[in-house]
């Protein structure tokens, strides 16, 4: 079995700030993780994913997110926050036989102010 | 690429009609999944596809969903009768390969409001 949680359904920062998303996942088998984006009346976007190359992942529109399998999380972050950047996100988690069904965190939405 | 293409994007309809969503996952994808949003449960996996074929209905909700993939450029959700409790977002995504590190591709959504 398979769940992710994350932590805080809401975040709000300063434009230029540090974004920091968290999420931490359970899992019974190596996991494949995935940060999406979803922006207001669109669907979900893919970030980045780890797919257990290089532990620390880049992605689009400046995001980034590290696999720490001591911790079991995958936290998404960026430098300097941009306004562009309020949207809802979410963590998924997927792995092992089933078939890669993808497991969704609830989501954080995330707000910029100026 | 036209990405996963959806349709209708928005849906009202009445208590105990007919709903039917319709997509056409991206070219050249073996797999393809419905998902419901709600603000409540959050995205759920509905069914998966692969190669046409379902593989995992397990989250279709009951008997009152259906879904078919006749082709592999086209997918249907039916629900009969609705009920207000189905409103929600719901998506369709593809994706290439049935492996679990590939991405899944998601089409803008169907708006389902039923009155």
């Known amino acids: 079995a398979q769940s992710v949680t994350q932590l805080g359904s809401h975040v709000s920062v300063s434009e230029g700030a540090l974004v920091l998303l968290r999420c931490n996942y359970s899992s019974s088998v190596p996991p494949y993780l995935f940060w999406y984006v979803q922006y207001p009346n669109q669907g979900l976007q893919l970030l980045l994913k780890y797919t257990s190359a290089a532990t620390l992942v880049k992605g689009i529109n400046g995001f980034e997110a590290e696999f720490k399998k001591s911790e079991t999380s995958f936290h998404l972050t960026k430098p300097s926050a941009h306004m562009s950047d309020a949207a809802e996100y979410f963590c998924a988690v997927s792995g092992g036989t089933s078939y890669g069904k993808l497991t969704f965190g609830q989501g954080t939405i995330l707000t910029v102010h100026p | 690429d036209a990405g996963v293409i959806q349709s209708p994007r928005h849906e009202v309809t009445e208590m105990g009609q007919e709903v039917t969503l319709r997509c056409k996952p991206i070219?050249?994808?073996?797999?393809l999944f419905w998902y419901r949003q709600t603000m409540m449960r959050g995205l759920e996996l509905l069914i998966y596809?692969?190669?046409?074929?379902?593989?995992?209905d397990s989250g279709m909700p009951e008997d009152r969903f259906s879904a078919k993939m006749p082709n592999a450029s086209f997918s249907t959700l039916k629900i009969q009768p609705s009920e207000p409790r189905d409103s929600a977002v719901y998506f369709c995504a593809s994706r290439p390969l049935a492996g679990g590190a590939d991405t899944q591709y998601f089409g803008p959504g169907t708006r389902l409001t039923v009155l």
């Open positions: 070219s050249g994808h073996n797999s």
């Open positions: 596809f692969n190669n046409n074929v379902p593989i995992d």
